[in-house]
């Protein structure tokens, strides 16, 4: 399945303001992943400066940055993402909500340097999967944080992410360049980098993978054959939305010996 034309497709669907906040509050209940990321950066919150400034690498539709500047209205938050539609996209929504003080979008291509000792937070959720050279990344990630920074990144893991459970099956989402990352592996990476206190734990587990083929992988699948199941998709949430919530909250209180996904935590000490 091809995933940027449908992200390009609701970007032109949801430029109406007032459409656009509604999108992001769905987005924000219904993805697991803004779950548990959301659960991670109110911790995050309490260990960096109050007016922090905060990097959302890959910002994409820009969910993560609304959520940001919602979260913290002191910080600073800057999304950069390489396609310039969708720069340009969040660009116009931002600014005209007033916030293109403390909220800016610009282009840009994570293997090239992203900045020096620029940010308290660094956020990267479903991104690495899609970037052949990750070492790179991660150490322009690393360079891109000031001293005691934080980088937080949600990401597909090895145990069945990306709808792959060998490695012989394809990713469900044919711009992945990698199915998922072993906790080993991601560890390595960022160690190598120059990153300390690195944790990694599972999401998506027994429940989160139910809400993802509810909520992601059957109405993205029919999308893909046909943009007319557009129609159709207000009353097919409405019907699997109230369970997704329940599986959602079932898999954000377990911690799990296994999971489709990874949220990962590092820091730059210095």
């Not at 206190?197 to 699948?221: C, E, K």
């Not at 159709?232 to 019907?239: C, E, K, R």
């Not at 599986?247 to 590092?266: E, Q, R």
Request: glycine share 8%; proline share 3%.
């Amino acid at each position: 399945m091809r995933y940027e034309p449908i992200k390009a497709s609701l970007n032109r669907f949801f430029k109406v303001t007032w459409l656009r906040r509604l999108f992001y509050f769905l987005l924000d209940l219904l993805l697991l992943r803004a779950w548990h990321v959301k659960r991670e950066l109110r911790k995050i919150a309490k260990s960096i400066p109050v007016d922090a400034s905060a990097l959302d690498a890959g910002s994409g539709l820009g969910q993560y940055v609304w959520r940001m500047a919602r979260m913290n209205p002191d910080w600073l938050v800057t999304g950069i993402d390489i396609i310039k539609e969708q720069v340009e996209d969040c660009t116009g929504f931002f600014d005209r909500l007033g916030l293109s003080n403390r909220v800016r979008f610009r282009e840009g291509d994570l293997t090239k340097q992203v900045g020096t000792g620029l940010y308290d937070l660094i956020l990267s959720v479903d991104v690495m999967e899609h970037i052949k050279d990750d070492v790179t990344v991660f150490q322009n990630f690393f360079g891109a944080l000031k001293p005691n920074g934080v980088l937080l990144i949600s990401t597909p893991s090895d145990q069945g992410g990306s709808n792959a459970h060998d490695s012989h099956d394809g990713s469900f989402v044919d711009e992945h360049v990698r199915n998922g990352y072993g906790m080993n592996d991601i560890t390595e990476k960022l160690a190598g980098a120059g990153f300390s206190d690195i944790s990694v734990r599972y999401t998506y587990g027994g429940a989160g993978q139910i809400s993802w083929r509810l909520s992601m992988w059957l109405p993205m699948s029919i999308l893909n054959l046909s943009k007319l199941f557009f129609v159709l998709l207000p009353f097919y949430y409405a019907a699997v939305f109230p369970l997704c919530l329940v599986l959602n909250w079932a898999d954000l209180l377990v911690k799990h010996p296994s999971g489709t996904g990874l949220l990962v935590k590092a820091v730059k000490r210095g």
